[in-house]
C-alpha cells in the first residue's frame, strides 16, 4: 500500500498528490512518469511525475480533473489515505 502524505487542491480541475514510495522515488528522473491503481477493480492511469524527494522517499504528482478515476482521487482521498498500486517510474 502507498500513502498519500500530501493532497493539496489548488482549483476545482487542479491538485496535487505525495505519495510514500521509497522504491520509485530513489529512481525517479526528470520526464518520468508512474502508473497508479486506486483499488483493485480500478483502472490504471499514468501520471507525470512533477517532483520526488529521495531523502523523504516521495514522489509528487499534479494531476488535472478529467475522468472517473482523477475526480474521485481529488475527492474521496485525503493525507493519511492508502492505495494499492504505484508503479515506475516509467518513460525515458
Do not use: C, N
Not at 483499488?39 to 499534479?62: C, K, N, Q, S, Y
Amino acid at each position: 500500500m502507498y500513502q498519500i502524505v500530501r493532497h493539496e487542491r489548488f482549483s476545482d480541475s487542479a491538485f496535487l498528490w505525495e505519495v510514500l514510495a521509497p522504491d520509485v522515488a530513489a529512481a525517479a528522473q526528470p520526464g518520468h512518469f508512474v502508473m497508479l491503481r486506486l483499488d483493485e477493480a480500478g483502472e490504471r492511469i499514468p501520471l507525470t511525475v512533477a517532483d520526488f524527494d529521495r531523502e523523504r522517499g516521495t514522489v509528487t504528482m499534479v494531476v488535472q480533473t478529467l475522468g472517473k478515476t482523477t475526480q474521485e482521487m481529488r475527492e474521496d482521498f485525503r493525507e493519511g489515505d492508502s492505495f494499492p498500486d504505484f508503479v515506475g517510474p516509467l518513460g525515458l
